[in-house]
């Protein structure tokens, strides 16, 4: 997890511009979206299977933690976080 923790950080300081340009409470990123849906829970810092409503145990973490980064250094991260707000702000709708 300590290897994650800068990126976190990073995606949580975007979370939260992203949170006042629309005005939107933002409480998960989504980190890996594929059978299940990994998601990382900025309100305490856990990273959490979405569909299952439980938290990643650190042993599950180091497993997924190489996807996790290929997934943020890819910028994918951001794009679910842009689609998200594409679909519940409405943007571009006109």
Not at 21 to 33: A, D, K, M, N, T
Not at 69 to 93: A, P
Request: aromatic share 10%; proline share 2%; net charge negative.
């Amino acid at each position: 997890m300590e290897k994650l923790k800068p990126y976190l950080e990073d995606i949580n300081r975007k979370a939260g511009y992203a949170e006042e340009l629309y005005g939107i409470r933002i409480r998960y990123i989504p980190l890996i979206v594929e059978e299940m849906t990994i998601v990382f829970d900025r309100q305490n810092w856990k990273i959490k299977v979405l569909e299952e409503g439980r938290y990643l145990s650190t042993d599950e973490i180091e497993k997924l933690e190489e996807k996790i980064l290929e997934n943020i250094e890819k910028g994918l991260v951001e794009l679910y976080l842009t689609l998200t707000f594409g679909e519940d702000v409405g943007l571009g709708e006109g």
